[in-house]
């Protein structure tokens, strides 16, 4: 990981948009606010908030395409979504437009006369607006206008066939992901039918003027009854599509990617318990095809030049033959790529576009290489959604996409920009030194900003065990403990790692084999976690009392919730548990009851976040910081209408002196409540 600073333009303009200026506090009566008010005639406490200004600044990026000699990249987790006109001649951008909807392009295309540009956007819920805008590339200067939607609320990749049409495929809705196409000519767009109804996901489209290509799986949501890859070529003459997934992938989580390469088709598959595969495939005869097995978990991105056909693994770019299949590394002289969320090939150069916010080009065959970081070169950095937020040694750490943003406490409060792989989902300090739960399968990270050295991975676990969702400190073992969920295989697993003596141990599916672990916390060195389950059917909400050193279960219960957990926090001999959708729910740990529930959804409309902070329980939502009474467990608002912008769920954490750091709207905020509670 190294250090960087986003230009200040990008930071005024930033700031200057919201019309909030770092330090700026203020203060209430937390009973002014509470949905429970004071006794009558008691004091009330004072809650002072601290605004520390844009969380998170930067130019986050989430797919590219090259048309000409201009690389255009869609944006990621700001809003509004954006795409931005690289020139790859000069290193300048030359064009921006902002869409209507979305909070960030993953499917970007071209049309074959170079004319119109096509972005799909993902989307926080479905609805009537558009999800899929073109960009008439004659005239940069004109805005991308919105042609419509796909029922699907997210948009996950887009392809245009030779004669115009484009084809589009996602998920995210209620119902199994569906082929949609577009037509320019009737400007209609319509559902050509869904090839798999177990599929949870599809990322991948390719096209000819005969024959549209469909890939899906679990990328999201797997488990159960949930299916693995499945690739479908859809007649566009009868209407029909034929499953032609190569036997090899079947046991992989879903489809990646998918190209056309003259006469032949380029799949790849996503990694779960295996490698992902690769295979080239004769248009003409899809039963006949050559495949390879890759040594990581991600090929996406592709990129043809010859008999090469370049793409994206998890920190590289590889090369793929054509004619033999066979897989060798390009050589590459450069910073770490991280995230790649683009692969060119332009006069025999290699372009990749880095989850970092910078262009790299270089000779595949020297590997030297050239960079441009893409705000320096004009792109627009602004606020971007966040995730896991942590505090202590002076410093408070919120998580972003490819990035930590580092914002020192003192006297001068300077914000330093920490490179890192992935998304620090939740992460603590300890003693000073900051331990994150990183996704994408990145295991636990460690910072020590006193020692000058960079973060580097001090735990890795097995690939499929992939989102980190929560992090707790066991000081009774002196344990780090990691709730994860794994997204292609259902279940989850406990995490624990000892920073003395850097021993980590992993524990799959401690609840069952679908729920995952969405909360941990611990008292007197046992772990409580909660489990939630991204199937429609099955048990979800159960609290399991784990011992994370013999790794065996002491007892369970079930909190018989309509929706899963999301947050737990303990206090005395109770175990405070918020699921999804503000239903509460309090266990007394010494007779294993539930001695209280309430519902409240109105101040935590999805998720939630808890912690226990000077002998108080609270829990931050995304749209208020609550508080908990410990003898009634009666809720107290402390701080209304944060609106946190957050990107997967929403956290509050505390530093030493007990000042709690969540977010209002897209800035990180301070919060300390002193008197009477």
Not at 232 to 253: G, L, Q, S
Request: aromatic residues 8%; neutral net charge.
């Amino acid at each position: 990981m190294t250090t960087f600073q986003p230009s200040r333009r990008g930071l005024l303009r930033a700031g200057a948009a919201l019309g909030l200026a770092v330090g700026v506090e203020s203060a209430f009566s937390a009973s002014a606010h509470g949905a429970a008010a004071a006794a009558p005639g008691a004091p009330a406490s004072r809650v002072t908030v601290t605004d520390l200004g844009p969380a998170l600044v930067q130019f986050g990026l989430m797919s590219s395409v090259l048309v000409g000699d201009i690389l255009y990249v869609g944006s990621r987790n700001i809003l509004p979504a954006r795409v931005v006109a690289f020139h790859v001649p000069t290193r300048k951008v030359v064009g921006v437009t902002n869409l209507t909807t979305g909070y960030a392009i993953q499917g970007i295309a071209a049309d074959p006369s170079g004319r119109y540009l096509y972005a799909g956007v993902l989307q926080k819920s479905g609805g009537p607006q558009a999800n899929l805008h073109r960009w008439d590339l004659s005239d940069l200067t004109q805005p991308a206008v919105p042609i419509g939607r796909i029922v699907d609320r997210d948009v996950r990749d887009l392809a245009v066939a030779p004669d115009g049409t484009l084809f589009a495929v996602g998920g995210g809705s209620s119902t199994p992901p569906a082929l949609w196409q577009y037509s320019p000519t009737t400007g209609q767009v319509t559902s050509l039918g869904n090839p798999d109804a177990t599929a949870t996901l599809a990322r991948a489209v390719a096209a000819t003027n005969d024959t549209v290509f469909w890939g899906g799986g679990s990328t999201l949501g797997g488990g159960g009854s949930a299916s693995r890859a499945s690739l479908f070529a859809y007649d566009r003459a009868t209407k029909k599509f034929r499953n032609v997934t190569p036997a090899e992938m079947i046991p992989d989580p879903s489809m990646r990617e998918l190209a056309i390469v003259g006469d032949k088709l380029v799949a790849g598959s996503a990694g779960g318990t295996e490698p992902s595969k690769m295979a080239v495939m004769d248009l003409a005869d899809l039963a006949s095809y050559r495949s390879a097995r890759l040594t990581g978990k991600v090929t996406k991105m592709y990129a043809a030049s010859g008999d090469s056909v370049y793409y994206a693994t998890e920190t590289s770019v590889d090369a793929f033959s054509l004619s033999t299949a066979t897989v060798s590394p390009v050589p590459y002289q450069g910073p770490s790529l991280g995230e790649i969320w683009g692969v060119e090939v332009r006069a025999g150069n290699v372009l990749a576009v880095s989850g970092y916010g910078f262009v790299a080009e270089w000779d595949p065959t020297t590997g030297t290489v050239v960079t441009t970081d893409l705000v320096e070169a004009g792109a627009p950095a602004d606020p971007q959604a966040v995730m896991g937020i942590a505090a202590g040694g002076g410093f408070a750490y919120v998580g972003g996409n490819g990035t930590i943003a580092r914002h020192a406490l003192g006297p001068v409060r300077e914000t330093t920009y920490l490179r890192m792989p992935g998304e620090a989902k939740d992460a603590e300090v300890l003693n000073g030194v900051l331990y994150t739960g990183q996704y994408n399968a990145q295991g636990i990270w460690r910072y020590d900003p006193t020692s000058g050295q960079s973060a580097a991975q001090v735990a890795a676990f097995p690939g499929w065990q992939n989102r980190p969702l929560d992090t707790e400190w066991d000081e009774v073992n002196k344990l780090l403990l990691v709730a994860v969920q794994s997204d292609t295989e259902g279940g989850g697993a406990l995490w624990t790692y000892d920073p003395a003596t850097g021993a980590s141990t992993q524990f799959p599916n401690p609840i069952d084999n679908v729920q995952m672990l969405r909360a941990v916390t611990s008292r007197e060195g046992i772990a409580y976690l909660g489990g939630d389950n991204a199937q429609a059917k099955g048990l979800r909400g159960t609290v399991v009392a784990f011992d994370p050193v013999a790794g065996r279960e002491l007892w369970r219960i079930e909190t018989g919730q309509e929706y899963g957990i999301g947050a737990m926090a303990t206090q005395g001999k109770h175990l405070y548990v918020m699921t999804l959708k503000g239903g509460f729910v309090v266990i007394d740990l010494s007779t294993r009851q539930i001695v209280h529930t309430a519902n409240h959804r109105s101040v935590c409309p999805q998720w939630s976040s808890m912690i226990t902070n000077k002998g108080r329980v609270y829990c931050a939502s995304d749209t208020t910081l609550m508080r908990f009474d410990h003898k009634t467990f009666a809720m107290t608002v402390v701080v209304p209408e944060l609106n946190g912008g957050w990107y997967s769920g929403c956290h509050v954490n505390n530093d030493e002196d007990g000042r709690m750091y969540t977010m209002r709207g897209n800035n990180l905020v301070v919060v300390e409540e002193n008197g009477p509670r």
